[in-house]
């Protein structure tokens, strides 16, 4: 909510909302060596800690230039300032310029790497949800959000995480703008079997991104009145994710 749609179909993206965006990969095949940075973000998200972010920030930066690493630093530092930004209770013009240093990292990135549909995703995100802090910019990014979202879509029409996004932004649009719940829950149907057909073959373990599109199952389950099952999709989310922090602040609100 809060966001000005003005005259233009603007497409939400999730970080408001806490999405928990496709942090593993810019490359199906991406080093693992960076993956415990992406876990100490996560960490200091679920415990509400910026500070925390911000160390895991700068070690990551000093890890990725003597690793090489520097394109799945970047993705990573951009994931770490949309976590950031969607921080419960955080001042509205520190949120703002998380997401503003969210997108200044991403645009270097995605002229480099056009082909790259979760970088162009994670840019729609910090640019869709940028927009609810500015007045002049809010529909030129609005706008620009929905070009990349669509780029996304266009590359990697089953990528879960674009998938998934995709839907969060469908179920964040008002009615009026194209939006629609039903199809968002069927999105995120959807989602959750492509995640589910990535597991590494015979694994039973959950891939990171489960867990958020059952929370967002919840969401959209409770908008459309259904509690009950807003509850068993919330429940299979702390199954999934039993540290979420978003996940146990929604299942406390029903």
């Known amino acids: 909510s809060g966001f000005p749609w003005r005259s233009c179909r ?5 970080a408001l909302a806490g999405l928990a965006l496709p942090i593993a990969a810019l490359s ?14 996560e960490e200091g998200y679920n415990a509400r800690d910026s500070s925390a972010i911000e160390a895991t ?33 955080i001042a509205r013009s ?9 997108i200044r990292e991403l645009e270097p ?6 082909d790259d549909a979760q970088a162009r995703a994670l840019h729609a995100s910090c640019l869709g949800a940028s927009a609810s802090y500015y007045v002049l910019r809010a529909a030129t990014r609005g706008i620009a959000s929905e070009r990349e979202m669509s780029a996304a879509l266009s590359l990697a029409p089953d990528d879960p995480w674009v998938v998934l996004q995709d839907a969060v932004s469908d179920f964040l649009t008002p009615a009026m703008f194209g939006g629609s719940k039903e199809r968002a829950l069927a999105r995120l149907y959807r989602a959750d079997q492509l995640f589910v057909a990535s597991r590494p073959a015979g694994s039973t373990r959950p891939v990171f991104g489960e867990s958020e599109t059952w929370l967002y199952i919840g969401r959209v389950q409770l908008a459309l009145g259904r509690k009950d099952e807003a509850r068993k999709a919330l429940e299979k989310a702390r199954q999934l994710a039993p540290g979420s922090a978003d996940v146990r602040d929604d299942i406390a609100k029903l």
């Open 10 to 14: 603007c497409r939400l993206s999730v």
């Open 28 to 41: 199906a095949a991406a080093p693992t060596g960076l993956v415990p940075f992406r876990n100490q973000i």
């Open 57 to 89: 920030v700068a070690a990551l930066r000093k890890a990725a230039s003597a690793s090489g690493q520097e394109d799945l630093a970047t993705y990573y530092v951009a994931f770490a300032r949309l976590r950031q930004s969607a921080i419960p209770g």
């Open 94 to 102: 520190q949120a703002r310029d998380y997401l503003d240093q969210c």
């Open 109 to 114: 990135l995605v002229d480099r790497r056009p």
